[in-house]
């Protein structure tokens, strides 16, 4: 599977955006979905994911009551919605794949086979 990550750009602090990932290739709902984020001079870190029919979502605790992931199967999309957003919250986000469910959801970058190029969120406080 192909992924295309977008949605990234400049927002103040208090804001929101919306990321998108478009999944092109075998079945979308054959995979499970996670956003990574990596900030400057850190590792990449484990923000969220989704299960492959997207009743059942996980969250790092940073993010939990400001993000919200979901997906549409029929559009081959999986979404991160970022609110409250905070300068902490500024890094390289990346969408990424795995063929493989686990219960709960893996969060390491090693569990993850297919990735997207990131997109840049950048929040001004």
């Known amino acids: 599977v192909q992924l295309q990550a977008s949605g990234g750009g400049l927002v103040q602090a208090g804001g929101s955006l919306r990321l998108s990932c478009a999944a092109s290739g075998r079945s979308f709902s054959n995979y499970e979905m996670a956003w990574f984020r990596q900030a400057p001079g850190k590792e990449r870190v484990f923000v969220g994911g989704?299960?492959?029919?997207?009743?059942?979502?996980y969250y790092a605790d940073s993010v939990k009551g400001r993000f919200t992931i979901s997906r549409d199967n029929a559009k081959n999309t999986v979404y991160l919605q970022m609110n409250s957003l905070k300068s902490e919250d500024t890094a390289v986000y990346y969408c990424?794949?795995?063929?493989?469910?686990?219960?709960?959801?893996?969060?390491?970058?090693?569990?993850?086979?297919?990735w997207g190029q990131g997109t840049l969120v950048t929040v001004s406080s």
């Open positions: 989704i299960t492959w029919s997207g009743s059942s979502t």
């Open positions: 990424a794949a795995t063929g493989r469910f686990f219960r709960p959801m893996r969060t390491t970058t090693q569990d993850y086979a297919y």
